[in-house]
């Protein structure tokens, strides 16, 4: 290799190994040697899955000089959150102490898809524990400690739940990773990251072998340095699955037409960033007026639903049943967290006309979104309006409990939208922001052409942490 | 009654249930978090139900029949 390959983009790197100027193995090799050294800097790192991760790169390397190239993700090390069950006798902790030893021994439909695919799985990634699902005032929920954004002083918080996958990406350690998002577990590491992660409509991507914390409202997706990456993954990982019986019938291919002479159609949520920090309102207004040259944008209004508090409801009901046998277990003490943690313990008493309530109010929202939604593009907002915080400070704003708003988060995750995320500048501390694009179900393929039209004209993507 | 008074009894009586259940495993400030975890639960309660539904308002619901099809 005559060039590092720590920050190319997976097109990029997909081409060098096409034309044989860089091998599988030695890709594998050299990403399994920067995750390996540079993951625990960031608390990243739960396990390196070297030897399954040369034999997938020995195995590339053979079909690709034989001329049998698969596609984008052939011979592409990546990570997956260690939500993700893994075959190979390699542990599957779930990010927390009490699951800390668990093998599940086979392979997330996610994971073959990605076999198939040619990519080689090279890590699994650190996470909030149970993805954040208990609730968590401090980053210091994790097994693995508290993860770190590789931007600013290397003292502020990644973001979760798919901390460890915004980490390695941002920090070059692997080209790409999967997420999981049940309300902002890929969006907000991605802004307080600097990457672009997308969040796919519920149903794309199969959730079979993926720890459940909320069966309606989980969904898995990439974590790329570009929206075109994001796109090259989904088009991989995407589709109906006999062992997920919620995964669309609904196909998607991967439109990756440039996009340069479209002329977009933006949503602006009004007030969006009317509580952001001062560098978050500067940054997003620079962004409008790069998305005025490419299209048109008019503010719009969600009317006035309970939207936060429906789908709390669901996330708090389904989660006390999927962990209702650990609370029982008395394990919950084992978890990292700190003490306001036990406040979960409430789900289990909330009564099950709340939850049917939450469900229909969910088909009220699901037909707002989609009024107000259907004929634009994308609705454009922030992922989050503050920078990242710091790992010794409690979280500012905690989407999953309490009545704090999140519209966008709350009716994208309860409508299961699909929304990408894109770094658009830095504010205090030397810290990204980001800008979200989110868009009707089903058309991933419109928020992705619009990140990427924006991606062609800034250069926020382009820049990367020194190590 | 008062709606404050609604709300309190709505939290004595899901804490309650906690407690009987859980009093044992929980030290007193642990239960302490369950309570704020309630009247927080609550609250989401009250917000949603503030909002109307008519009968023709059914759920999203997860459950559909068995499908031959579905599972080949």
């Known amino acids: ?467 | 009654m008062s709606d404050e008074t609604v709300r309190k009894a709505e939290i004595e009586k899901r804490f309650s249930f906690l407690e009987a259940r859980f009093s044992k495993q929980l030290n007193e400030d642990e239960m302490g978090e369950v309570l704020k975890g309630v009247e927080s639960t609550v609250d989401i309660s009250i917000a949603m139900r503030s909002f109307e539904l008519t009968y023709k308002d059914e759920p999203r619901s997860i459950f559909h029949p068995y499908d031959k099809e579905e599972k080949s």
């Open chain 1, 1 to 467: 290799m005559t060039k590092t390959p720590e920050f190319l983009p997976i097109r990029e790197l997909g081409r060098l190994l096409r034309k044989k100027e860089v091998s599988p193995v030695e890709l594998a090799k050299f990403f399994l040697d920067r995750l390996e050294a540079e993951g625990p800097k960031y608390n990243a790192l739960v396990t390196v899955t070297r030897e399954r991760a040369l034999k997938e790169a020995r195995e590339a390397e053979a079909e690709i000089s034989q001329g049998r190239y698969k596609g984008a993700l052939h011979g592409i090390p990546y990570g997956v959150k260690d939500l993700i069950a893994t075959a190979g006798n390699i542990p599957t902790t779930w990010g927390a102490v009490p699951f800390k030893n668990q093998v599940l021994d086979y392979d997330a439909t996610i994971v073959k898809k990605l076999s198939n695919a040619g990519a080689i799985l090279i890590g699994k990634l650190a996470m909030i524990e149970l993805a954040g699902g208990m609730g968590y005032a401090y980053p210091q929920a994790s097994a693995s400690g508290p993860a770190i954004t590789p931007w600013g002083n290397k003292d502020s918080w990644t973001g979760g739940s798919s901390s460890g996958s915004g980490a390695a990406v941002a920090a070059g350690l692997v080209p790409f990773a999967i997420g999981s998002e049940t309300w902002g577990s890929i969006l907000m590491p991605a802004h307080n990251c600097g990457i672009s992660g997308l969040r796919p409509t519920y149903g794309r991507v199969s959730r079979y072998g993926a720890m459940p914390l909320s069966w309606t409202l989980d969904k898995l997706g990439p974590m790329c340095l570009t929206a075109d990456d994001c796109g090259l993954v989904l088009n991989e990982i995407a589709g109906r699955d006999p062992c997920d019986h919620t995964t669309s019938k609904s196909s998607f291919a991967y439109d990756d037409q440039d996009p340069s002479d479209r002329t977009f159609k933006f949503a602006l949520l009004k007030d969006m960033v009317a509580n952001g920090e001062e560098a978050v309102k500067a940054n997003f207004g620079e962004s409008l007026k790069i998305l005025e040259q490419i299209g048109t944008i008019e503010e719009v209004e969600f009317p006035d639903l309970p939207y936060e508090a429906a789908t709390r409801t669901i996330l708090n009901a389904e989660s006390a049943s999927i962990f209702e046998d650990f609370f029982d277990s008395g394990q919950f003490h084992e978890l990292s967290g700190d003490s306001s943690k036990f406040g979960a313990y409430s789900r289990l008493a909330v009564p099950a006309t709340d939850y049917l309530r939450a469900l229909r109010i969910r088909d009220r929202i699901c037909d707002v979104a989609n009024n107000l939604l259907g004929s634009y593009d994308a609705i454009i907002g922030t992922p989050r309006n503050q920078v990242a915080t710091p790992i010794n400070q409690p979280i500012r704003v905690s989407s999953i409990t309490g009545l704090a708003r999140d519209i966008l988060g709350s009716v994208g995750n309860i409508a299961g939208l699909p929304s990408v995320a894109v770094p658009n500048g830095f504010g205090d501390r030397g810290l990204p922001t980001g800008i979200q694009f989110m868009g009707n179900a089903y058309e991933e393929n419109s928020v992705l052409a619009a990140a990427r039209a924006y991606q062609n004209i800034t250069d926020w993507h382009n820049q990367h942490p020194s190590d």
